[in-house]
C-alpha cells in the first residue's frame, strides 16, 4: 500500500519532458537526461562522483559544456586522477574498477571539466563524513547512514558559496547523489532562490528528527519542488530528474 501511495504522488508530480531524455553514462552511475538540450556555455555541478564519472564524461563528450566535480571523497579523487593519467597516456580508464567497461574519451575533456575535493551542503563548515558498512563500497555520508565509526573529515559549501566562489551566475543543472544530504541541500537552494533547468537527484533516507518523523520525506521535497516549478520528468528506483517548467 505504501508503495502505492508514493507512486500515485510521484504521478500527480510529474509530466512530459519538454525535450526526449537520454541515458548517460553506465547503468550504475548514469542518469536520464534531455538529449540536445547544452550548449558549450552551459555550466553543471555534479555532486557526488565516487568510482564511476562517465555520466560527466558522456555529456562534455556530447555537449562540450562544463562540469564542475564535487566530492571529497579521497578515492574519488584518486579515481579522477587515475583516470586522467591513464587517458593523457593514450591508455583504457576503467569505470569503477571494471575489467571490460572504459572510458571514451581523450585529454581534452579535462579543459572542461574540473574536480573539487569539497562537500556540497547546506552550510560552510568542515564536517566528518561515515564510511559506509561495507568497506568495498566508496560512498561516505555526513549523516552516518550505517552506524560506522571511520571515515575523515572534509571541507564542505553551500552552494550559493561554490558558485560565488567560481563567480558562477547560471547553472544549467545540478546532479545530486550525496548519501542523504540532498534534502538539506534543495531546501537551501530554494531559499537561495537558485533554478537551474533541471535537477537529478538520488534520494536517500533522511536523517534529522523531522525528516524520520515524516512518512515519506522524499515525497515531501518533491511537492517543495513542484511548488517551485518543478516536474518529475523521470524516476527510475530513487533517481529523480526534474524539470524546470515554463512560466
Known amino acids: 500500500m505504501p508503495n502505492k501511495i508514493s507512486n500515485f504522488f510521484y504521478s500527480v508530480l510529474s509530466n512530459t519532458p519538454r525535450i526526449p531524455l537520454f541515458k548517460y553514462g553506465t547503468d550504475y552511475g548514469g542518469w536520464y537526461f534531455p538529449e540536445a538540450s547544452l550548449t558549450e556555455q552551459d555550466i553543471i555541478i555534479s555532486a557526488g562522483a565516487g568510482e564511476d564519472i562517465s555520466f560527466d564524461i558522456e555529456?562534455?563528450?556530447?555537449?562540450?559544456c562544463y562540469i564542475h566535480i564535487l566530492d571529497p571523497t579521497p578515492r574519488a579523487l584518486t579515481h579522477y586522477n587515475n583516470t586522467k593519467l591513464l587517458i593523457s597516456e593514450g591508455k583504457k580508464a576503467p569505470i569503477n574498477?571494471?575489467?571490460t567497461d572504459f572510458y571514451q574519451t581523450d585529454i581534452d575533456i579535462y579543459n572542461r571539466m574540473m574536480f573539487y575535493p569539497v562537500g556540497l551542503l547546506n552550510k560552510n563548515k568542515t564536517v566528518f563524513f561515515y564510511e559506509p558498512a561495507n568497506k568495498d563500497f566508496v560512498s561516505h555520508s555526513v549523516g552516518?547512514?550505517?552506524?560506522t565509526k571511520d571515515g575523515f573529515k572534509a571541507p564542505c559549501l553551500r552552494l550559493d558559496k561554490f558558485l560565488k566562489n567560481m563567480q558562477i551566475n547560471t547553472i544549467k543543472a545540478i546532479k545530486m547523489d550525496i548519501e542523504g544530504a540532498e534534502y538539506g541541500i534543495i531546501r537551501d537552494m530554494l531559499a537561495s532562490k537558485i533554478r537551474p533547468d533541471?535537477?537529478?537527484?538520488?534520494?536517500?533516507?533522511?536523517?534529522?528528527l523531522l525528516e524520520k518523523l515524516l512518512?515519506?520525506?522524499r515525497i515531501l521535497h518533491c511537492l517543495m519542488l513542484r511548488v517551485a516549478g518543478y516536474c518529475i520528468v523521470s524516476r527510475r528506483g530513487n533517481d529523480f530528474t526534474f524539470e524546470k517548467q515554463s512560466p
Open 97 to 99: 574498477f571494471s575489467k
Open 198 to 208: 533541471y535537477l537529478l537527484i538520488e534520494f536517500h533516507t533522511g536523517n534529522t
Open 59 to 64: 555529456l562534455v563528450n556530447r555537449f562540450n
Open 144 to 147: 552516518n547512514r550505517h552506524n
Open 215 to 217: 512518512s515519506n520525506n
